[in-house]
């Protein structure tokens, strides 16, 4: 059995040992919940305590002796609720210091390619008028693959926000499916434009990826920076053709 997963959910090593003992044993003391697990008397008692605590096992009295018994594992789930209900209780003050952190962090590196993944989603899903690129050219196709594009073009449409790209001709074939998808239209430059990096405007935030073999991406939130990238894009999508 993987016990791991019990782990995950907050229990200790000698939690666990304790709490799948009784399982197999049945209702018993501690006596033989300590022959079982191979713990120590101290250590026996205080998972006995807290997996009380936690509703995961129970016990009645038998004259002066305590005869304890696991719960039904089933009762796991009442016992994440609540753990998830006492997690929201904190979540909007937790929310409200990123926010606060954000306001004095104008610049972040992400690595990897679940980094470049979680870029693009922060992109995707940011208020702005368009979603404009340039760049991209067959190795950022190649590196992560056309699916992978396409789930974030489709996110991207789902947010009903209209794109302008500009390639260059050797992503063409790769494109066609991106600019089919509703509001994304996408012009092309010569061959010679082939870049191993993409960047993308949205708001007052950019992001410029770099798809080597340890793809990574920066991210940069700040409007004056954001509004002279899109200059740039204007200019590029002037001289580049459909």
């Known amino acids: 059995m993987d016990i791991s997963i019990l782990e995950d959910l907050g229990l200790t090593q000698a939690e666990i040992k304790t709490y799948v003992a009784l399982l197999e044993i049945g209702s018993t003391t501690a006596g033989s919940v300590l022959e079982k697990s191979g713990l120590q008397n101290s250590v026996v008692h205080r998972a006995l305590n807290s997996l009380i605590e936690k509703g995961l096992i ?14 039904d594992p089933e009762n796991f789930y009442t016992y994440i609720d609540d753990k998830k209900k006492r997690f929201e209780q904190i979540l909007p003050e937790l929310k409200q210091k990123q926010e606060l952190a954000h306001k004095h962090e104008d610049a972040r590196v992400y690595k990897g390619v679940r980094g470049v993944t979680e870029v693009y989603n922060i992109m995707v899903n940011t208020k702005g008028k368009e979603y404009n690129t340039f760049g991209g050219g067959e190795q950022c196709a190649s590196r992560m693959g056309m699916h992978w594009w396409m789930n974030v073009h489709r996110k991207r449409t789902e947010n009903n926000l209209p794109s302008r790209q500009v390639f260059d001709e050797t992503v063409r ?22 870049q191993f990096q993409e960047t993308v405007i949205v708001g007052n935030k950019v992001a410029i990826s770099v798809f080597t073999e340890n793809p990574y991406s920066f991210l940069i939130e700040d409007a004056k920076v954001a509004e002279g990238y899109c200059k740039y894009f204007e200019v590029l999508w002037k001289i580049a053709k459909k």
């Open 173 to 194: 074939p790769e494109a066609g499916p991106i600019e089919a998808l509703p509001n994304s239209k996408i012009k092309y430059l010569e061959k010679e434009f082939a």
């Open 58 to 71: 129970n016990f009645i009295m038998e004259g002066k002796r305590k005869i304890y018994q696991a719960t």
